[in-house]
Nanobody
Framework: QVQLVESGGGLVQAGGSLKLSCVAS????????IGWFRQAPRQGREGREAVSCLSPTDGSTYYAGSVQGRFTISRDNAKNTVYLEMNSLKPEDTSVYYC??????????????????WGQGTQVTVSS
């Protein structure tokens, strides 16, 4: 059974930092695309947007324009874990953050429909 478990969310002041972790079990994260997405309050899955994605095969990454230069995605193969380091956080970064992995796409695609397994989400709240 595949499970993705996020952690590291919380309440932080604007300008602060958080590091999210996503531990996978039942599936290795070294073959297919991995992504971090966020979903704003009162929005359904249709409103879920890609924050950052990583291709394990060639190391290419995708960052949403709004987080470019502030967020960094990385992974630790030995721990089967993917991270999202978030710096210079802004109130508009407030959201539920999900990690996800594809079972077929290898490119760092920002399309949520390319990802098959999702974590339960972790809340990030940035106060002004």
């Amino acid at each position: 059974q595949v499970q993705l478990v996020e952690s590291g969310g919380g309440l932080v002041q604007a300008g602060g930092s958080l590091k999210l972790s996503c531990v996978a079990s039942g599936f290795t994260l070294d073959h297919y695309a991995i992504g971090w997405f966020r979903q704003a309050p009162r929005q359904g899955r249709e409103g879920r947007e890609a924050v950052s994605c990583l291709s394990p095969t060639d190391g290419s990454t995708y960052y949403a324009g709004s987080v470019q230069g502030r967020f960094t995605i990385s992974r630790d193969n030995a721990k089967n874990t993917v991270y999202l380091e978030m710096n210079s956080l802004k109130p508009e970064d407030t959201s539920v953050y999900y990690c996800a992995t594809s079972t077929w796409a290898t490119q760092a695609t920002p399309s949520q429909w390319h990802y098959d397994y999702w974590g339960q989400g972790t809340q990030v709240t940035v106060s002004s």
